[in-house]
Each structure stands twice: as C-alpha cells, then as structure tokens.
C-alpha cells in the first residue's frame, strides 16, 4: 500500500505499508519533496518496494487515484506480470459522492446545510441554544477532509429537524439578537423552506447507500475484497427501491456510479472475491453462469498463479466447490456461509481443493483501500519538529515505525468502536 501526504510545512512525504489478514503495518516513508512525482518516478520507488517485499509476498498493489498512481501502476503491472495494481476503492465512492454533490441541487442543498450548522456553532448563544432545543444532541460540522462528511453534515441536520424548526420559531430566538441578523434571518429562512428538507430526504436516499459501502471497505478486520462487487449492486438497488422504481429520479445518479465503477472501480480481484465468497456463490446460482464474473476469476487464476499445472489442478477443484461436495456440503460448513469471514470459511472448510483455498484465502484477505496509508499522520507532525529533525536520520525512521505501527494497532483493536468516516475519527492533519 502506498499514499503521499503533505504535512503543514509542505514537505511531501510517500508512506509505504504491507496489509493481510492480521491487519496493516507501516514499513517506511521517504522524503519526497527534492523531485517530480512523476507517474515513472513513483513506478521506480513502488517497484524497489515490491522488490524488497519480495514479489511472490505481494498479491496486490494498491493506491490512491491519482494520474501518476495510475500511470505508476499500469507500468508495475506490465513489469510484474503475477500481481495486480488496483486504486483505493474508498477513494472512488468518495468520488462518486463529490461528483453527485455536484449537481446543483444537491449542492445548493449541502451549501444551506453547512451555512446552517456553520451559522449555529459561530456564536456561544446560538450553540447554548441549539444544545437546549435538541437535548445536547450535537449536529456534524462539515469537514474538507473529505467529502463523506456532508453526509453526515446533512443527516445530523434531519435528525433534528424538528428540534431545530422550533428553536428557530421559539420566542427565545425571536427575541434575541441573532434573530435580527443578516446571518440569523438567513438561517431561519432556509429552516422554514419546505424544498429544503424535501432535498436533503432525496440526497440522504442517494448518498445513504453508497456511504454504507464506504463504511464496508474502511473495515480492517473483515476485508471487504469478497464484498465489494456485490455491495455496489445492492448500493443501486436501494436507491432504485427508494424512489419506488421511477427511472427518472435516479439515471442520472447511477450513470454518476457507473462511470466512476466502469473505469476505475471495477477489477477482476472484485470479481473473483465475489465468485469466492460462499455467502453469495450459494445463494444465488446465476453467480456462476455470470459471464462477468467468472471472467475475472479466470483473469486471477491465469495472473496470480504462474504455474500452469496448479492453474489446470484449480479449475478442476473448482467443480467440487460448485457443487458444495467433500467438506464444501459439511452441515457446519453450510452453517458458516454466512457467518465467518469469507478467508476464514476456506481455511477451515476448504481442504478438499488445497490449490483453490490457498488462492481464495489470498484473494479474499485483500483490502480495498490505502486506509492505512491515510490515517494517523498527525504522527509525522509530532516527530518531525524543528528541534527533532537534528536527530540522525535512522533514529527519526526508527520512532516514525514505532509510533505509526503502534496507532495502527491500536486503531485495529477500535475497529468496532469508531466510525471511519465520522469527522471526529479522521486525523486533524490528513489533507
């Protein structure tokens, strides 16, 4: 996994980490501010990482989406012929939230939003106000970190819709001040505006599901590489059954969804973690007459597996998989579809076709996004001070690995307990 950053004094600096099952850790960083970062520059340093990883340790390369990403990993891909470059999914739906955010109404209503709870929180009054109208409940204040956070900006905002309709018609706030105000007056025009909450019920209908995949793919500890491709059909088919089958209140947002999956989203490693994962290859059968689909996997086993007897000892496994026979038709096996992790199901079930579960726990360990890569870099703020940067420089990468493998650990063990899209969990210094 690879992600530049730049921290609040400009230097440009690459972080590369190694993820598996066990979660991820930082390897090194590099200084990348004294060249280019050329889309042949960044293929150079992710092929010397690869290299010293080893190439038969890595399955995957996985980036965010920048052009020079993208360039670097074409040109690692045509290098490497038996692993995969892929972009940061998360970036992606990240994207294609930004890109429905975009549409005029949409963005009026998010730029209502923000002004309302940006209005709200400017003032000491305001907020003591708002506290005492909505139980001390608290709205999300927008974030630039990243776009999901209007979302949640937008959803806070509804959920006190009532609460904030009558503080805005209380006589406490006719009476104040802030009422009297350009700013104040404003606020309590955009709150009596009916098509504002009409908007924000259609952009939470159209945002709601595609965040719950972002939430899928930002989850460490069950990687989501055998859940993504079925996640994004289930994305489009709640918002299809929203707006109650009318075609014409959501077209234009899928073609928003499927402009962004088509060129950057959709990979054969999502295909074959999507034929691999037991919970929906034996629930629904037309998975393996899918003609998509089992091309992807077939695309895995030619790239990933470079000896062509095991490929051949595969696809013959494969029927045994197909037809749940040896330990795939076992009573606990079939009770486990749906409740162990996809790799864990084929670590324990899947001995009858060894070179088919070392392949599917492979490719079903995988993540989806450079997570790892984005987060914690307040850690590089705290270590590289002025009065730091005299240490040797070994010493300096010594703490930097101690400290970032230290909160990555610790982030892994609050998997549960966070929100990895909630502005609250995303570090203050992460562009």
């Known amino acids: 996994m690879s992600d530049v950053w730049t921290d609040m004094r400009q230097k440009s600096i690459i972080n590369f980490m190694v993820n598996c099952s066990l979660g991820t850790m930082f390897v090194k960083s590099i200084y990348a501010s004294s060249?280019?970062?050329?889309?042949?520059?960044?293929?150079?340093?992710?092929?010397?990482?690869?290299?010293?990883?080893?190439?038969?340790?890595?399955?995957?390369?996985?980036?965010?989406?920048?052009?020079?990403?993208?360039?670097?990993?074409e040109l690692l891909q045509a290098k490497r012929e038996h692993l995969y470059w892929t972009p940061c999914a998360a970036h992606c739906i990240d994207l294609m939230l930004e890109d429905i955010g975009k549409i005029s109404y949409i963005k009026m209503t998010l730029e209502r939003a923000i002004f309302l709870v940006g209005f709200l929180y400017s003032h000491t009054g305001t907020l003591n106000m708002m506290r005492g109208f909505t139980s001390n409940k608290e709205l999300v204040r927008y974030g630039v970190t990243r776009f999901t956070t209007s979302f949640l900006t937008l959803q806070s905002v509804f959920r006190q819709k009532h609460n904030l309709i009558n503080m805005l018609t209380s006589n406490k706030w006719v009476s104040s001040k802030w009422a009297k105000d350009a700013k104040g007056k404003r606020a309590s025009d955009i709150i009596s505006m009916s098509f504002f909450w009409n908007q924000i019920v259609y952009t939470l209908k159209v945002m709601?599901?595609?965040?719950?995949?972002?939430?899928?793919?930002?989850?460490?500890?069950?990687?989501?590489?055998?859940?993504?491709?079925?996640?994004?059909?289930?994305?489009?088919?709640?918002?299809?059954?929203?707006?109650g089958g009318n075609e014409e209140k959501y077209k234009h947002i899928f073609a928003i969804i499927d402009k962004r999956w088509e060129c950057q989203l959709h990979h054969p490693l999502h295909a074959a973690g999507h034929f691999l994962n037991p919970e929906f290859f034996y629930k629904d059968s037309s998975i393996k007459f899918n003609v998509e689909v089992?091309?992807?996997?077939?695309?895995?086993?030619?790239?990933?597996?470079?000896?062509?007897?095991?490929?051949?000892?595969?696809?013959?496994?494969?029927?045994?998989?197909?037809?749940?026979?040896?330990?795939?038709g076992n009573p606990?096996?079939?009770?486990?579809?749906?409740?162990?992790?996809?790799?864990?199901?084929?670590?324990?079930?899947?001995?009858?076709?060894?070179?088919?579960?070392?392949?599917?726990?492979?490719?079903?360990s995988l993540t989806c996004s450079t997570?790892?890569?984005?987060?914690?870099?307040?850690?590089?703020?705290n270590i590289h001070t002025q009065r730091r940067n005299r240490l040797e420089h070994q010493r300096l990468h010594d703490l930097i690995y101690i400290k970032y493998n230290q909160a990555l650990k610790a982030r892994?063990?609050?998997?549960?307990?966070?929100?990895?899209?909630?502005?609250?969990?995303?570090?203050?210094?992460?562009?």
């Open 294 to 328: 089992v091309s992807g996997l077939y695309q895995c086993i030619a790239r990933l597996v470079p000896d062509i007897e095991i490929q051949d000892k595969i696809i013959n496994e494969l029927s045994l998989y197909k037809k749940a026979e040896g330990l795939f």
């Open 412 to 431: 892994y063990n609050l998997q549960n307990g966070n929100d990895p899209i909630s502005s609250q969990d995303i570090d203050d210094s992460n562009e």
């Open 35 to 73: 060249f280019i970062r050329s889309g042949e520059k960044t293929f150079e340093l992710l092929d010397k990482f690869v290299e010293e990883i080893g190439e038969q340790n890595v399955i995957q390369v996985i980036t965010d989406n920048g052009s020079n990403y993208v360039l670097a990993g």
């Open 332 to 364: 606990m096996a079939i009770r486990s579809r749906t409740t162990l992790s996809p790799a864990e199901w084929w670590n324990l079930f899947g001995n009858s076709t060894p070179n088919l579960q070392q392949l599917a726990i492979k490719i079903l």
């Open 371 to 381: 997570m790892g890569c984005e987060r914690d870099l307040s850690i590089f703020e």
């Open 208 to 243: 709601s599901p595609l965040v719950r995949v972002l939430r899928l793919i930002y989850n460490e500890k069950k990687p989501a590489m055998g859940y993504i491709y079925k996640a994004m059909d289930r994305a489009k088919e709640t918002i299809q059954k929203s707006f």
